[in-house]
């Protein structure tokens, strides 16, 4: 597929990419984008399949997805970018980051490194929450307009789903129900995704994990080792997706994660370069010295 995704961009300043979760869309982030808009120039994306965007024609493994999202910036014009992701968009996000291509990243929640059986739990779920969606995809729309029915929806995503907006809600209908190309994407880009190359990560990166999300287990906290000088933040009242349970916070920490990627001094990339020169500085000095002491030998 050379296509590129279907994107919405708000705002002025340094570029921001928002991806989402699989089984939402780019409306997920209808709480705090508002606020991100008024710093960054922000880019919502729908992943593949989801909303106006195409679904791949190759295995929609996390890969692929981010070539896909890589085509999109191209196509818009926009290099290297911060990066705010959800589930699988945060699992997309630190590929962005292996690659080189984020300036920083927030995963909130990203997937890839539940074991076995909470993968079983996950799939599980997922398939579930997918045939409910499609069962009942004539009633989101009602349901969306009342506090009670946004709870009801969106209760196994979020803390305060009631605090959610009817953008949400529609959101949950377009990733759920209405997705093309759902269960091979479920199969390739989360239940069988392992992510390798972490270490090659140069950029700061936050990862988030709301205490009240069940569907991501402990795997968020698994990236702290592999991924070299990632934080870690648990939020308090918040689910697996919360961007409307906490938004204050979320915008706060998108923007401490920049602030430290603007810090040349102490950023990863340029600890990573001076290592690296360190390393050859090194090996011209030994070759120096010996060539002084065969010169002194002569």
Same mark, same amino acid.
């Given at each position: ?15 921001? $990419? ?15 984008l ?20 195409? /679904? $791949? ?27 705010l ?22 995963a ?18 997922? /398939? ?16 969306s ?26 959101? /949950? ?62 939020l ?15 915008v ?8 430290? /990627? ?7 990339a ?29």
């Amino acid at each position: 597929m050379t296509e590129t995704l279907s994107c919405t961009r708000a705002g002025s300043g340094e570029a921001l $990419l928002l991806l989402h979760g699989w089984g939402s869309s780019r409306r997920d982030f209808a709480a705090v984008l508002p606020a991100l808009a008024e710093r960054f120039d922000v880019l919502d994306v729908d992943l593949p399949g989801v909303g106006r965007s195409p /679904a $791949l024609e190759e295995r929609p493994t996390v890969a692929a997805v981010t070539d896909a999202v890589e085509r999109t910036l191209d196509g818009e014009g926009v290099g290297r970018v911060h990066v705010l992701g959800n589930s699988l968009g945060a699992r997309v996000a630190i590929e962005l980051a292996r690659r080189g291509r984020a300036r920083s990243v927030v995963a909130i929640a990203p997937s890839g490194l539940n074991v076995p059986p909470e993968r079983v739990v996950q799939g599980t779920g997922m /398939a579930l929450a997918r045939v409910v969606m499609r069962t009942g995809a004539p009633l989101i729309g009602p349901l969306s307009r009342s506090a009670v029915g946004r709870a009801a929806l969106l209760a196994p995503l979020k803390a305060r789903p009631w605090a959610s907006s009817a953008e949400e809600a529609i959101g /949950a209908r377009e990733g759920f129900a209405d997705a093309r190309d759902w269960w091979r994407t479920l199969l390739w880009g989360l239940l069988l995704d392992v992510p390798r190359g972490l270490d090659r990560i140069d950029c700061p990166v936050t990862l988030v994990q709301g205490v009240a999300d069940w569907i991501s287990s402990g795997q968020t906290v698994r990236y702290l080792p592999l991924v070299p000088g990632s934080r870690f933040v648990p939020l308090l009242w918040a689910g697996h997706a919360p961007q409307s349970d906490r938004p204050r916070t979320i915008v706060r920490l998108v923007e401490e994660t920049v602030a430290q /990627a603007a810090q040349p001094a102490d950023s990863s990339a340029l600890r990573y370069e001076q290592r690296n020169r360190a390393a050859d500085i090194a090996s011209v000095k030994r070759a120096s010295q010996a060539g002084s002491s065969d010169a002194k030998a002569v």
